[in-house]
């Protein structure tokens, strides 16, 4: 059973704070890693994709992509009251059909809550 | 534009009963989703259609069916709705399935719930 793996939370961090999000993965071929931000009662957000290792910047946020300790991570600097949210990590990972072809599909954690106080 | 659509917003619908959860996208996006969220479990997917004409099955398809007769639309369709069936339903696109870098986006999402 391919797996991701997150800490539910919730995460509490004051406002002005870093907030650092974390996820395990369990298929060690994954290649591309995707966090979304899903607001109480909205859709999930696409905010950032990683696909080599290391660190990708944008804006206050930075994820974080180490492939050979299948973990993956998420820093939120400057953390506001906005950024209040669940964030899922998602991982796409390679699925074989009946017919013996593949694609690939994403699989998800199951969020960390994230609040920020002012 | 509009992204993805979904429709409706939410339903109440008595067990039984046939539903057509419907979904529309315009960024010409080859490859469409459907998920559902349910409170402890996350996001689990129930059906995939990689291109128009083509469909799969995901982890939950048990009790549901969609079909992919052109590019834009991508409707559920609950036979015979379970209250285990109560969800929020989410419609997702890519733009290619095929390889391992495809971002996937959002609808809006519908609240079901099966009485």
């Known amino acids: 059973q391919k797996e991701v793996e997150q800490n539910s939370g919730p995460l509490s961090v004051p406002e002005g704070a870093i907030a650092s999000l974390n996820c395990t993965y369990s298929d060690r071929g994954s290649q591309s890693f995707f966090w979304y931000r899903q607001y109480s009662g909205k859709s999930p957000e696409l905010i950032m994709f990683i696909y080599s290792n290391g660190d990708k910047e944008d804006g206050r946020f930075t994820a974080q992509l180490n492939k050979a300790s299948q973990y993956v991570s998420l820093l939120i600097r400057d953390s506001q009251p906005s950024d209040s949210a669940t964030y899922l990590c998602a991982v796409n990972m390679r699925a074989w059909d009946y017919s013996g072809g593949s694609n690939y599909k994403l699989t998800f954690g199951k969020g960390t809550l994230l609040t920020v106080n002012p | 534009i509009a992204g993805i659509t979904q429709a409706p917003t939410s339903q109440i619908l008595a067990a039984g009963r046939r539903m057509t959860l419907r979904c529309t996208q315009d960024?010409?996006?080859?490859?469409m989703y459907w998920y559902r969220q349910d409170l402890g479990l996350g996001l689990r997917l129930i059906h995939y259609s990689n291109t128009a004409g083509t469909t799969g099955k995901g982890e939950v398809p048990d009790g549901y069916s969609v079909s992919r007769a052109n590019t834009d639309d991508f409707p559920l369709t609950l036979a015979s709705a379970v209250p285990s069936q109560t969800s929020v339903y989410f419609c997702?696109?890519?733009?290619?399935?095929?390889?391992?870098?495809?971002?996937?986006?959002f609808g809006p999402g519908t609240r079901l719930t099966v009485l």
């Open positions: 960024m010409r996006h080859n490859a």
């Open positions: 997702a696109s890519s733009d290619y399935a095929g390889g391992p870098y495809n971002e996937q986006f």
